[in-house]
């Protein structure tokens, strides 16, 4: 039962993952705009990271643990992991970059330099923490800093959106807010199982499918729940008039009075 329930659990994370890249990709050929390229990188580097650093566990315990000894199988497990937090990195780069594009603020290359010069050596820091002191997990270890950073460069995520710069944003309030929901809930449902994951297996198998699901939302949403050509019209095309409210934040109530003053 539980063999066929991992297979289950693997398909649907492929037949996810290929599906936001392909949504998210549509977007960024459609409208060509930086805003779509920063969230197909997110998307690629969160699910690299999903299949390298946590279903490549799952892939070496189930194919490896028959021919090798249990303390090599968590040896591998813990590089496996290790080597996918770069990964992760630029998947958090993305989203604040993606973020910030969204309200309206721009990055340059120096803001690009500091956040990878302290991420990763946060990472080398984690190394040599687990190689001096033989009592840390690195499991346990790098759960953790996954559940921290992660709330972190989320909740950053989800204000940048929530308080754009003055005009400058490229969504609608009434986006911005369903969006950086969206993010926040995202983080707050994945970081949930993890503090309970050695209790039982199927905790982990809920947060890998929880992990894929939640990465999903914001391709979806903005294939089918906003108004994304509001803000990516090509240069020189005209605006109809609901898509120039919705672009300018202008309430229902004044868009009201602009059609009466225009009668």
Request: proline share 3%.
């Amino acid at each position: 039962m539980l063999k066929y329930l991992v297979w289950l659990i693997f398909i649907l994370s492929v037949a996810l993952a290929a599906g936001s890249v392909v949504l998210a990709t549509r977007l960024r050929n459609r409208f060509r705009t930086e805003l779509f390229s920063s969230l197909l990188y997110f998307l690629v580097f969160i699910f690299t990271f999903g299949f390298y650093g946590i279903w490549g566990q799952v892939i070496i315990k189930a194919f490896l643990a028959p021919y090798i000894e249990p303390i090599l199988i968590e040896r591998f497990t813990d590089i496996s992991l290790l080597l996918g937090l770069p990964f992760l990195v630029f998947a958090w780069l993305m989203l604040i970059r993606f973020s910030g594009e969204i309200s309206g603020r721009k990055y340059n290359n120096r803001h690009l330099l500091w956040f990878l010069l302290i991420n990763f050596a946060i990472i080398i820091g984690m190394g040599l923490l687990i190689s001096e002191i033989k009592s840390i997990k690195p499991e346990v270890l790098i759960r953790y800093y996954f559940i921290i950073m992660n709330a972190f460069y989320s909740s950053a995520a989800a204000m940048l959106i929530m308080f754009p710069k003055s005009n400058r944003a490229f969504i609608h309030t009434y986006d911005s807010r369903k969006i950086a929901t969206g993010i926040f809930a995202v983080m707050f449902l994945q970081c949930i199982p993890l503090f309970f994951y050695t209790i039982s297996v199927f905790i982990g198998l809920a947060f890998i499918l929880i992990f894929f699901i939640g990465y999903t939302f914001l391709p979806v949403y903005f294939t089918y729940g906003t108004m994304v050509s509001a803000f990516t019209e090509e240069p020189g095309k005209e605006l109809s008039f609901d898509d120039f409210c919705r672009k300018y934040d202008v309430s229902p109530r004044e868009t009201d009075i602009i059609r009466e003053i225009c009668n």
